[in-house]
């Protein structure tokens, strides 16, 4: 549907030029992608801006093989205040119930893929359509339009999709991200959407699109803006131990717990590092690893990190989920940097069972943030 609406829209719109700015949020950001991929080289679409939107949409939306609360969203499509009608209600539920209830779609299967723009940048890029994308730390999707951003850069040096940027490869300022404090459709910037267009459809200078360091991000917890040209921003990992660097801060000190919600009794259990000791930038993807055995036939984690001030209030930074019999690695897709697993890359394709008493390695992924941990917290 894109191409035709784009080529009825090029021609047929009063007053227009023959070109065309696609724009949009959540879904209508992925249909963008989708449109960019279909339509070709020197099409009438110069600019686009998808916002809110990621690459990877099952393990955006079901991270770690863990529904999250967007899992509801399709039940409630017809739902007042959602989108005033119930055209779309048959699909929503059904969606729902097979996702919820462990049916087809409850795995990242050809459903899935089939809607992931990741599986069409190659098409994408060969549009050679400058492309704008808005996101927020608070959204679904950090990790997803991210790794959109360097994906579309990696086709650009030559590279594989699939890989983390290399701090020496060939940037393009065709593809920009900005990476906001927000939530799902909050802080979207009109001055900003009509500059893209400006650029791209009515050929006005703008030098604010011409960095070389075209991933603009906000610190969480400072508002500092900083503009880097890679993803992932930093080659500078470390590794925080139990025993030595994290230290057990409850009183369940045999790490045992049961299931269920996380603030009820024995249901969790924290670590803590020491006070540091100078001013730290947490930048980009992170993940834990977990050595884990259960009495059951599988086990689901919810891993949290907090920064904790010297008063003992705790800010949520990031967080990541993980469940035993999804937890099997895809080693080519996950990313190390200087030896360590900076980024695990799930399988969530098919079920492993989970046999009790045996210990597993589980990898979380942690969702990215950018945020200053003070000296002395």
Do not use: C
Request: proline content about 6%; hydrophobic content about 35%; charged content about 15%.
């Amino acid at each position: 549907d894109g191409p035709e609406i784009v080529a009825w829209a090029a021609s047929k719109l009063p007053q227009g030029n023959g070109k065309i700015g696609l724009f949009g949020t959540s879904w209508l950001g992925f249909t963008q992608v989708f449109t960019a991929a279909k339509i070709g080289r020197n099409s009438p679409v110069k600019a686009i801006v998808p916002t809110y939107m990621g690459s990877y949409l099952y393990r955006e939306l079901t991270p770690g093989g863990v529904p999250s609360q967007s899992i509801y969203f399709p039940r409630d499509f017809d739902k007042p205040g959602m989108l005033g009608n119930d055209s779309t209600s048959a699909m929503g539920k059904r969606l729902y119930e097979s996702w919820s209830g462990g049916g087809a779609l409850a795995l990242e299967g050809e459903f899935w893929k089939s809607r992931q723009p990741i599986n069409y940048l190659e098409q994408v890029y060969r549009s050679q359509i400058p492309i704008l994308l808005v996101g927020g730390w608070q959204d679904l999707y950090p990790t997803g339009i991210s790794e959109l951003y360097a994906s579309l850069q990696n086709l650009h040096a030559g590279k594989s999709k699939y890989d983390l940027m290399d701090a020496g490869q060939p940037i393009s300022p065709n593809y920009q991200l900005v990476m906001g404090p927000w939530g799902h459709y909050k802080g979207l910037n009109v001055e900003m959407t009509l500059a893209w267009y400006d650029k791209w459809l009515m050929n006005e200078a703008t030098p604010d699109f011409t960095s070389s360091t075209p991933y603009h991000a906000i610190n969480m917890t400072t508002g500092v803006w900083y503009d880097f040209s890679t993803y992932p921003f930093t080659t500078n990992y470390q590794s925080l131990v139990f025993g030595k660097e994290l230290m057990l801060s409850t009183a369940n000190a045999s790490a045992s717990f049961r299931f269920g919600p996380r603030n009820t009794e024995n249901t969790s259990v924290a670590f803590q590092t020491r006070p540091f000791v100078e001013e730290m930038v947490l930048a980009g993807p992170g993940s834990v690893r977990l050595l884990a055995s259960t009495s059951s036939s599988d086990m689901t984690f919810l891993v949290e990190l907090f920064v904790v001030d010297e008063k003992g209030s705790k800010t949520r930074i990031t967080q990541g989920n993980v469940i035993a019999s999804l937890s099997q690695l895809n080693s080519e897709k996950s990313w190390s940097s200087g030896g360590q697993l900076i980024r695990p890359y799930l399988q969530l394709t098919t079920e492993m069972p989970v046999s009790s008493g045996k210990e597993y390695v589980l990898e979380f992924p942690l969702s990215p943030k950018l945020a200053t941990i003070k000296k002395g917290h």
